[in-house]
């Protein structure tokens, strides 16, 4: 007999039943019985042993400051500076590529906002492309935050449209519209983490905590803009084509297993400049600025052109709007 | 062994870390002995647990990219296996409730089977779960005061408690009751009966709040819906009993007693309803999708009859949608009381009908069409399916020693090993062991 899971019940039946047994054994039998629930728990050990054995090089994967590092919002400025090293070298040993990880605050009197430009969109998918690039997305997935749908004129039906397509662009009859994280004021996302791993920043960024993560996919269920990308392995990309301009909560690489999102570029925005699918945008359909400072572009936009948000009706007050020119 | 002096053994043992420890011991050592049958079904489940666990430790290595699951399906077997699962413990209760709130002696007898049972399917549920993490090492991040429990806003932080509450009152209420017969005492009823009665209002609520997962996602219509949760439970009264049903006659065989007519007929007269009730609310959900029409009821015209020609799930729920309506025929059949086939069948199809329809038919439909409308399909991998397999083997392997160990108590024979314990020399002809043959 063999049963492998509560192996260590075995173990204690196994030598209390040697005691008792011989207390009272009066033919051969119980201790042949107790020799063969040995040989039973030992071989089930050792299967079970063989069984899992994949697990232990995982493990060795994984560093004993990786397994006990807190949460982001517990690090100390020498911690988070201790933690930021490590994974440099981290990224070092597993990918051979030299980056900087920064961690760039929130700004006091910054909220961030983003609008797209409906009527000059062309679908030419370069946003998602650089969004791509920028972020160190996994390669072989072409792993991207931005969907783009072409949509049929005439109807804002989402069933409508379609991502894969592949005909020149723009066609006469369609209407392209990029989707991606709408960092919404009430984010059902941020709500549903079990772990607090997910959450919203003084400037409206909705941010992942890659080393916290426990990688449950409960908030890609919750997400309504199909805006979460979880790690389903981890991230291939070739030395020579890592961003090193890396950021702890936006673009460094992310650990297999976890969730990862759109964050407005935040390691370039922070630091005063755009995010990468803006400037790789030719036609100029995207709007990024600070949603508080009056005389900002996107506060330009919201006052004067004809303005919607997706799935308005449930209520998340997004931060990302689609417009068109008047 | 020979610390207390030599006593009658009718005075009952004192409680005592030590003898609860000696009560374990014995009961493991009791557990693990049978007959041929017995050693046959545990290696096969062992042997099916280890593919199960080898699957397991290789998608944690190589990353859950080697299940079926994606970015639009990102919950599958494992959740719906774990919703399953949830509902059999929930319905385990069904048993507890005419025993205690009923006071009905002969279900009073047998009610530990459900308990039992109920402790098998949470830690089969919590497997589950585990199985779908992408970092199962980062468990302890759930686990305060290290960790940082969302809770009380989110639902998952509700159910990851509620659900170790059920468990640990349950395995309190199957402790207690197995050591006390064990001790030869009778067990007090304030140490136990509040527990029971905590237990009742605990399974409803287990599955409510496992509902409340699913319903309160606005972005997704399939599952925000308030049917849900009463769904939940009208399903999970009918799985849960039909389990029972099949274990009872199971050790009736395998312990050599006729026992639990009553109570089967009271689980049946349970299913009756509740299984009519279920029928009932798959019908006005399914009126209130296609009545209406609409985007927002794609994700059931998926299920049930496939969308823009991708029809993954239409074999599985009409499959469901079957075995229920005939379960139910057989059922409502007076020959379910006299034919055990009847029965049997009965529950067979019920219990399996269920486990589709709570399981792959209601998490997928919620992620197809995606929340922008895509339509992308599952099918679990072989590697899900070898993880599925694997904890129900644990799960099956848990309950039949778990009845072992309750049928030994029960039945006199741990006892009897148990008394040197407070009897330096046993009497010579007591172990006639155990001869459990399956
Ligand atoms: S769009 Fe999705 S991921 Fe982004 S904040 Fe809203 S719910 Fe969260
Ligand atoms: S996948 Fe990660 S971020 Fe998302 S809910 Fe689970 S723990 Fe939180």
Redo the contacts between chains.
């Keep these: 007999m063999s049963s492998n899971g509560p192996t260590g019940k075995e173990g204690n039946g196994g030598t209390d039943g040697g005691g008792g047994g011989c207390g009272k054994s009066d033919c051969g039998c119980v201790s042949r019985r107790t020799v063969m629930k040995g040989v039973g728990a030992t071989l089930g050990t050792a299967a079970f042993a063989r069984a899992i054995a994949p697990l232990t090089e995982w493990a060795a994967n994984i560093s004993a400051d990786e397994f006990l590092q807190r949460h982001y919002k517990e690090l100390s400025l020498v911690d988070l500076n201790i933690v930021l090293r490590r994974l440099e070298k981290e990224t070092k040993d597993d990918y051979g590529a030299e980056v900087t990880i920064s961690d760039p605050k929130p700004q006091e009197g910054v909220k961030f906002g983003y609008a797209l430009n409906l009527s000059v969109c062309n679908g030419c998918r370069k946003c998602a492309e650089a969004c791509h690039i920028e972020n160190n997305h996994d390669r072989p997935s072409h792993q991207s935050y931005i969907r783009v749908f072409e949509m049929q004129k005439g109807t804002m039906d989402m069933e409508q449209g379609n991502v894969n397509y592949d005909k020149p662009v723009p066609q006469p009859d369609k209407f392209y519209m990029p989707v991606q994280c709408q960092q919404c004021e009430h984010p059902p996302c941020v709500d549903v983490c079990p772990v607090e791993a997910t959450w919203k920043e003084p400037d409206g960024i909705v941010v992942v905590d890659y080393n916290w993560c426990i990688g449950c996919r409960y908030c890609e269920a919750a997400c309504p803009y199909h805006a979460r990308r979880f790690n389903w392995t981890k991230p291939e990309i070739p030395k020579e084509e890592i961003n090193p301009d890396q950021g702890y909560l936006s673009n460094r690489i992310r650990p297999q297993g976890t969730m990862e999102k759109c964050t407005f570029c935040l390691h370039r925005t922070r630091n005063g400049r755009l995010p990468a699918c803006l400037e790789a945008c030719p036609t100029g359909a995207r709007v990024f600025g600070n949603l508080l400072d009056p005389k900002s572009e996107i506060r330009w936009v919201l006052e004067h052109k004809r303005v919607f948000i997706l799935k308005e009706d449930l209520g998340l007050k997004p931060q990302f709007f689609y417009f068109f020119d008047s | ?1 020979s610390d207390l002096p030599p006593t009658s053994p009718v005075v009952p043992r004192p409680f005592s870390w030590r003898s609860f420890g ?1 009560f ?3 009961a ?2 009791e ?3 049978g007959g041929k049958v017995f ?1 046959v079904w ?2 096969c ?2 042997a099916v ?3 199960g ?2 699957a ?3 998608q ?6 080697l ?1 079926n ?4 399906v ?2 599958g077997l494992y959740i719906a296996n774990f919703t399953f699962l949830v509902g059999l413990a929930a319905g385990g209760v069904m048993m507890v409730i005419p025993a205690y709130l009923y006071h009905d002696e002969e279900m009073h007898d047998i009610v530990i089977i459900g308990e039992l049972l109920a402790i098998a399917a949470i830690i089969m549920s919590l497997m589950f ?1 585990v199985c ?8 302890w ?2 686990l305060p005061p290290f ?4 809770f009380p ?5 509700w159910d ?1 408690i509620v659900l170790n509450g059920y468990l640990f009152i349950n395995a309190y209420i199957c402790a207690y009751l197995l050591y006390t017969r064990y001790l030869g005492l009778t067990p007090n009823p304030r140490w136990y009966v509040p527990f029971v009665f905590l237990s009742i209002i605990w399974a409803i609520s287990i599955h409510t709040v496992t509902a409340f ?1 699913y319903c ?5 219509p399939f599952w925000n819906t308030a049917l849900l949760a009463p769904r939940f439970l009208a399903s999970a009264f009918v799985s849960g009993p039909a389990f029972i049903v099949l274990a009872i006659q199971v050790i009736r065989q395998a312990v050599g007693r006729h026992f639990g007519d009553g109570p089967i007929r009271t689980l049946v007269n349970i299913m009756r309803i509740t299984i009519l009730v279920n029928l009932l609310m798959v019908v006005s959900e399914v009126f209130t999708e296609f009545y209406t029409g609409g ?1 927002h009821t ?1 994700s059931g015209r998926y299920l049930y009859f496939g969308l823009h020609g991708h029809t993954e799930l239409v074999p599985w729920i009409w499959c469901s949608v079957g075995l229920v309506i005939v379960a139910a025929g057989l059922l409502l059949s007076p020959s379910v009381f006299t034919n055990p086939w009847v029965l049997n069948t009965a529950c067979v199809l019920a219990f399996i009908g269920i486990w589709i329809e709570k399981g792959m038919g209601l998490i997928i439909p ?2 197809v ?6 339509i992308v399909e599952y099918r679990p991998s072989a590697i899900e399916w070898k993880v599925t397999a694997g904890i129900w083997a ?1 799960g099956l ?2 309950y039949t ?1 778990f009845i072992k160990i309750a049928a030994g108590i029960f039945l006199n024979r741990t006892k009897l ?1 148990a008394l ?1 314990d407070i009897q330096p020399a ?1 009497a ?1 002809a ?2 006639p ?1 155990i001869s459990a043959t399956s």
């Design positions: 062994m000696r374990l011991g014995n493991a050592l557990s693990l002995d050693y545990m290696i489940l062992s647990f280890l593919v666990a080898n397991w430790a290789v944690v290595r190589d990353g859950m990219a299940t699951m994606s970015d639009h990102s919950w779960v779908d993490l992408g970092r199962p090492d980062r468990f991040h759930l960790g940082r429990l969302n806003v989110s639902m998952l932080s990851v997962l309160g996602l606005g972005g997704r985007a794609s919620g992620f069409p995606s929340t922008l409308h895509e644990l392997i848990l020693l090993q040197p046993p010579p007591e172990t062991s």
